[in-house]
């Protein structure tokens, strides 16, 4: 039973290894870290296209798009999750960088705050679609998504530039 689950481990390991090999930014992240961090800038981008086809009249490929966005971004952040786990987390990124401890952790909390609320805001905006409609409350509940997008966006860009850049 411990072989099997040993080997197991291996497998997963070498299938995910290229995860943690060196990233494409030229930076001191792995490669994970610089896919969800280009993904994660891209985002405000996506939702505003999405949010285009509404003002445009078009409201099946506004809807589609918000569903896919959203599907695709919680997909992301438990890729990002998976990687983070197996590396150590938040202290293991920290060892090389020149920054402060505190203020990065400081930082990290604003982020994963914003990040939160708007995960929240964001799954509302969508599963609660039809009722914020008949409110005229969806727009409104819309331009908020796409702030909280926006602020995890450049939060999370943020927290890469502490621990891989400075
Ligand atoms: C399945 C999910 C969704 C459906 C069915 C849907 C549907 C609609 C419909 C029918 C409208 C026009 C009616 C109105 O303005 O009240 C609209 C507008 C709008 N939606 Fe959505 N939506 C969805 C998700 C989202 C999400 C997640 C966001 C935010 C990121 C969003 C942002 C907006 C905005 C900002 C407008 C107003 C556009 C304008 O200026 O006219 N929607 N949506």
Redesign the pocket.
Known sequence: MLTFKKEKAKKLNSNFGYMFETGFFGTRAPFFMDLVTLIVSLLPFL?AV??YF??DKR?KI??YL??AI?AFSVIVLFYFEYGVRVIGGFDTFMQNSGVSHNYAFIVLIFHIVISVITLII?ST??FA??KL?ML?R??N???I??TG?SLTSLTGIWVYFLMFIF
Do not use: R, S
């Open positions: 939702v999405a949010i509404a003002k409201y506004h809807a918000q569903i959203f964001w905006a969508i679609a039809k409609i005229k969806h727009k509940m819309g331009l998504t796409f997008v």
